[in-house]
Nanobody, 124 residues
Framework: VQLQASGGGLVQTGGSLRLSCAAP????????MGWFRQAPGNEREFVAA????????LYADSVKGRFTISGDFAKNMVYLQMNNLKSEDTAVYYC??????????????????WGQGTLVTVSS
């Protein structure tokens, strides 16, 4: 299953971007979606996750209050609205998916399917 992430680009500090990801399977499938990011020289890190079945969300502390993950599950789409962007948000952002559970996971090992990355660059 190939996920399709899009929406990256160049934005100034304090600006906003919305990333999109086409989710796998039929709309009746239960799955969890996550966003991760990887900056040059750094390991991939968790950003946010959402369950399409239970509606619960989870965020990394570094983005809490600035980023919002949401889904239009009728369209098999998941979004990451990023506001008040900072230079440290610069990274390649990846969407990921796994079978649906009420628990949400921060570890990339818990996700089965991955999309190609989309680059977000925040300039000061």
């Amino acid at each position: 299953v190939q996920l399709q992430a899009s929406g990256g680009g160049l934005v100034q500090t304090g600006g906003s971007l919305r990333l999109s990801c086409a989710a796998p399977g039929r709309t009746s499938s239960r799955y969890n979606m996550g966003w991760f990011r990887q900056a040059p020289g750094n390991e991939r890190e968790f950003v946010a996750a959402v369950s399409n079945s239970f509606g619960n969300t989870l965020y990394a502390d570094s983005v809490k209050g600035r980023f919002t993950i949401s889904g239009d599950f009728a369209k098999n789409m998941v979004y990451l609205q990023m506001n008040n962007l900072k230079s440290e948000d610069t990274a390649v952002y990846y969407c990921a998916a796994r079978g649906g559970t009420i628990a949400l996971y921060r570890s990339s090992d818990q996700y089965t399917y991955w999309g190609q990355g989309t680059l977000v660059t925040v300039s000061s």
